[in-house]
């Protein structure tokens, strides 16, 4: 039966039990470890490249998925006349979304792709959403209305603790050469308008504590959370203080916590994390 499919890109933070409930199919990007290269979610796992990462000789590199993984997808969920909304990675960090854009062309089903502005679990809010509509028979429009509004009442903030890996991958841009040398630096990164931003840095964990301190308060004082993300790359230590700090005022067992996907990983290095929730008003 015609209808609307959804497709997204493997950085996006959905379990694998959320990506059978809703019917999403996922598009992987690739990873290069010491001239190895894995296809993420297929021959390599979140877990696995994390502790592969912290082995490796040099940076990983991360590809985007070739343009015909894409089509071939596109055209296979259009068989039956259904139209397919694509989300993707923010631009920013990724041309994920450039070669879903050409994909569409290129294929024979009616494909809409979306920058979603963000990543990680902050994408799969929108990814979330839009497939719950989908699967109850809405509309493009009121799928692409839902997915807006999810994208502009959701914040990411994301403590990275080691800039080695933000520096080398050129992602800090003019800030690198500012904050690279400062001996322990610590900084918080936000995600807003599809661009990476510095709001925060200091010396030690302590300076990056005080400033989720005012995001829980930020938090505490909002009006209906709908979603609340933690992802990370091996900060078992901050994903319990994050938890226990927002448990007081969220569901705990309702906070989903993932080892963070390749892409993010790669950038923000080990001990990264990440705090992601969106709100209804």
Avoid: W
């Amino acid at each position: 039966m015609a209808k609307i499919k959804i497709v997204t890109d493997s950085s996006c933070g959905i379990t694998e039990e959320e990506k059978v409930k809703y019917d999403v199919s996922i598009v992987p990007l690739s990873v290069m470890i010491d001239d190895t290269v894995y296809v993420e979610g297929e021959t390599i796992s979140n877990e696995e490249f994390i502790k592969k990462m912290d082995k490796s000789a040099s940076l990983p590199k991360t590809s985007q998925p070739p343009l015909g993984r894409f089509v071939d997808l596109f055209d296979k969920l259009g068989e039956d006349g259904s139209s397919v909304i694509c989300f993707n990675m923010l631009e920013a960090i990724s041309g994920t979304v450039h070669a879903a854009e050409q994909a569409a062309t290129l294929s024979k089903t009616d494909v809409t792709v979306v920058d979603s502005q963000y990543t990680d679990r902050a994408l799969a809010f929108q990814v979330i959403e839009a497939a719950k509509l989908a699967q109850a028979g809405a509309g493009k429009e009121e799928i692409l209305k839902r997915a807006r509004f999810v994208r502009d009442h959701t914040k990411l903030y994301m403590g990275v603790v080691n800039l080695e890996n933000l520096v080398k991958g050129g992602r800090l841009g003019r800030l690198s050469g500012m904050i690279g040398g400062l001996l322990n630096i610590k900084i918080v990164l936000q995600v807003e308008n599809g661009e990476l931003k510095v709001l925060n840095r200091g010396r030690g964990m302590k300076s990056l504590k005080k400033f989720y301190d005012g995001v829980y308060t930020k938090m505490k004082d909002a009006s209906k959370i709908a979603s609340v993300g933690i992802s990370h790359v091996e900060a078992f230590d901050m994903v319990h203080d994050i938890k226990s700090h927002v448990g007081q005022f969220f569901p705990e067992d309702q906070i989903c916590v993932r080892e963070t996907v390749p892409i993010i990983a790669t950038h923000a290095g080990m001990g990264a994390f990440c705090l992601m929730y969106f709100t209804e008003e």
